[in-house]
């Protein structure tokens, strides 16, 4: 049986998200991001096209690099203005059955505690569908924005995320045993008290002597992505991650990064075929080759190139108003995203891409490639990339919204079907049981979530 191509949709509570530029576009309509029936009518086209889930992307910061200001990010709508994605969720949940929802969520300015219980409660009102993208930021501006002069060092900040993952686990999985919730109306017992425990917890960063809130969702701990592709990064999706997200310009920068992640697993005592992996990539599909390449350049003659420049530059810490437009880019190791700049500076050890061309390169979809085509011609460069790298599925951005997810439905996953490539329907059950064939609601030995279950570990 050929492997299946799993896609999640890449979207974020903000305008264009990672095609700066393109909200200008006459047919574009994310700039209704802040209109529920926006995103409800989105979530309704995913689940026509059986995606496995929606991956909103979220930053608690301006993109302030580019100029040392955030005028460019505002003039440009650079992910400014954006709202909070968690209170998408129970409304396209109500409009759905199947769909998933990652949602990214910054730990290193979320008490373990107030955020454990949010994740709790999406996962009751979804029934089980809720999956967090766990990520540390990247901007001094949301550190400031939280009342600290700059964030954490890179690698300081995946030590107290290992601290924040035992706590929450200590929450999810430790505090409520099964069969703790009774609701016996005869008896007048709702909780029985002997099955719920306190959390005990003290360390450098996280202090905590308190019961989780809420009862156990179906998946008690969500759904966990990760998208840290450094070093650290990997090793810490190694040891938690159930599906990774990362990004690379070719299947020869992504390939290695697989291998990477699923090596850090299998140090981690996991099974490396557990952990599912999805790149990131803009399909602009067509009913003819000749079309598709007519729509990317119009969607191409839209683009920010400005807009562009202040996304790079918040993800790579270098101010990239500072050089001049044909100035070759060299990699640079700082506190901020380390794999944007070496999806460009290590791409390809025979070229050396200009500012100018980082900009033409990110304006459309990110640092992913732009796939483009009629349905044929995609999905055979879509196979080709799962065979190259050994990735899973793909988290599609989106040039033109919805267009491009629309297009997506329309014209490739008929496609992709008729080849044995991907779902006729959804699996049953929660989140995790729909990506995990076999059926698992909780997570099981040896991910460390597990070990905390029926009872708290204290320390």
Known sequence: MRQ???LNAFDMNCVAHQSPGLWRHPR??????????YWVELAAVLERGLFDGLFLADVLGVYDVYGQNADAALRNATQIPVNDPMLLVPAMAQATRHLGFGITCTLSYEPPFTFARRMSTLDHLTEGRI?????????????KGLGRDRQNAHDDRYLIAEDYMEVVYKLWEGSWEEGAVLRDKERGIFTDPAKVHRVHHASQHH?????????PSLQRTPVLYQAGSSTKGRAFAGRHAE???MSGPSPQVVAPRVQGVRQAAEEAGRDPASVLIFALATVIVAPTAAAAAAKHEEYRSYVSVEGALTLFSGWTGLDFSRYDPDQEIRYIDNDAGRSALENISRADPERVWTVREVAEHAGIGGIGPVIVGDPAGVADQLERWMELTGIDGFNLAYAVAP???VDVVDLLVPELQKRGRYKQRYGEGTLREKLFPGGRRLLT???PAAGYRPFPASR
């Open 403 to 405: 267009e491009t997810f």
């Open 28 to 37: 574009d309509r994310s700039g209704e991001y802040n209109r529920l029936g």
């Open 243 to 245: 599906c990774v997200f």
């Open 131 to 143: 999956g967090w993208n766990i990520v540390t930021g990247y901007l001094d501006s949301a550190a």
């Open 207 to 215: 202090r905590l002597d308190a019961i989780h809130l809420a009862e």
């Open 445 to 447: 030995p040896p991910h």
């Open 4 to 6: 299946e191509i799993r």
